[in-house]
């Protein structure tokens, strides 16, 4: 977790799964496990999340990986499939943010039809933040 906190511990861990759970209930397309189909094992994360900027609530759609995942086109295949389902589901937009350095999530996230939209802190972080919407 290069371009954020860092790992968690097994507290912050179990209430990050907790609220991705409570998500889930209400939007289909909430973060959810991505699953290596060759070897059953869950190899991160992808799907959308509530986060507060600039003074009202917005979905994030996010991922992540562990290291021996990447590359691998998971990320954009997992994305496909969740934003599918928000097409079916969901009428609005969803952001997407990305570390400016990281160039790997700036290919998956523009593959996946986000636009750049401007460059905001978030959290303490400055990422450019992506967008796209569904009508």
Avoid: C
Avoid at 48 to 76: I, N
Wanted: no cysteine.
């Amino acid at each position: 977790m290069v371009f954020s906190d860092g790992v968690h511990d097994l507290v912050s861990a179990h209430a990050r799964f907790d609220q991705m759970l409570l998500t889930a209930n209400e939007l289909p397309f909430a973060k959810q496990p991505v699953i290596e189909l060759t070897t059953g094992r869950i190899v991160g994360y992808s799907g959308v999340a509530r986060f507060d900027f600039q003074g009202a609530s917005r979905l994030e759609f996010g991922y992540r990986l562990v290291p021996e995942a990447r590359g691998r086109g998971y990320a954009t295949e997992a994305g496909r499939a969740l934003l599918a389902l928000a097409a079916e589901t969901f009428r609005g937009e969803l952001l997407g943010m990305v570390h400016p350095a990281n160039e790997a999530s700036i290919r998956v996230i523009t593959k996946l039809g986000f636009e750049f939209w401007k460059q905001a802190e978030v959290n303490g972080y400055v990422d450019n933040l992506y967008r796209r919407t569904f009508r």
